[in-house]
């Protein structure tokens, strides 16, 4: 898949379920959430995992951080690729997104924004050739958001700390092309 159909998939459905434990699993897949962040998982389990994903008819992105037994290496992102049918990966690191392109996957970068000086920097980055998309967390900061959506030229997931309805509005509204949660209840909302 490439990013415009991403974005079109977004577009029309921009609740991402972030999923950390085997029950979420389960529960995310009975959502109307076209995408899922998979945040939990092992280098054996991961491809059962992914194939649940990807049999209900959702896109699977990895958050090859999170994976025990993988490292922040190329052999990682190319087991990713070969072995698991992920639409995409989820890294915080500019060379693994650079990796997951060469492979064909999309590749969102995540940013942790927790002070001027981390916004400084992912403004510095600019521009993240590799990164099709970038996550910050938290998501519930629309200055920032509107900030970061113009001055990266990037489409934004706000990520982290939406609870609500309004959360997610805030950040739809503050540019955001969509939104990531482990809540379950903003699954379904």
Not at 74 to 103: C, E, M
Not at 110 to 132: G, H, Y
């Amino acid at each position: 898949m490439k990013r415009d159909g991403l974005l079109e998939i977004l577009s029309g459905s921009p609740v991402i379920a972030a999923v950390k434990d085997a029950d979420g699993l389960e529960k995310c897949l009975a959502s109307d959430c076209r995408v899922v962040f998979v945040l939990f998982g092992d280098l054996i389990g991961i491809k059962g995992i992914v194939d649940k994903v990807k049999s209900a008819g959702k896109l699977a992105f990895v958050h090859i951080d999170l994976i025990d037994g993988l490292s922040p290496r190329d052999v990682s992102v190319d087991f990713i690729a070969q072995s698991t049918g992920a639409d995409g990966i989820i890294t915080t690191k500019a060379n693994i997104a650079r990796r997951a392109k060469a492979k064909g996957l999309l590749a969102v970068q995540r940013f942790f924004v927790i002070d001027s000086i981390s916004l400084a920097s992912i403004e510095k980055q600019m521009p993240l050739e590799a990164a099709d998309l970038i996550e910050i967390l938290p998501g519930v900061m629309p200055k920032i958001i509107r900030r970061l959506e113009k001055s990266t030229g990037k489409p934004i997931i706000a990520g982290g700390l939406i609870m609500s309805k309004e959360d997610i509005l805030a950040a739809l509204d503050a540019g955001a092309i969509a939104i990531s949660s482990t809540d379950r209840d903003v699954w379904f909302m």
